[in-house]
């Protein structure tokens, strides 16, 4: 199993980027996938994440609005578009998955994760 990110960059407040985690593996269609990030300095956080079927979905309150996590089963791949960016935003980015699907209260949750990406470093500029 292996998870890849990537689309991370360098970027002006207010500006978009759009994340990637391809995976390769088992069968993806049933994972719950998520994002979390981490500032320097900072614990990992919790971004956002997705059951299968995009049924349940949870953001941190941090990003709420602004991001937004989708996934492509067919392509086994999930996403995190990022809107209106700012200086707090700033971070290393993981995508995470697990085989198992969880409860909305759980997916927040990082221990709940099995399988996790090397990262790819967000920045945001004023």
């Known amino acids: 199993v292996q998870l890849v990110e990537s689309g991370g960059g360098s970027v002006q407040v207010g500006d978009s980027l759009r994340l990637s985690c391809e995976y390769s593996?088992?069968?993806?269609?049933?994972?719950?996938m998520c994002w979390f990030r981490q500032a320097p300095g900072s614990e990992r956080e919790f971004v956002a994440a997705t059951n299968y079927n995009r049924a349940r979905t949870r953001y941190a309150d941090s990003v709420k609005g602004r991001f937004t996590i989708s996934r492509d089963n067919a392509k086994n791949a999930v996403y995190l578009q990022m809107d209106s960016l700012k200086p707090e935003d700033t971070a290393v980015y993981f995508c995470a998955g697990t085989t198992r699907g969880l409860i909305s209260s759980s997916l927040g949750l990082m221990g709940e994760y099995d399988y996790w990406g090397q990262g790819t470093q967000v920045t945001v500029s004023s």
């Open positions: 593996g088992r069968t993806f269609s049933r994972w719950t």
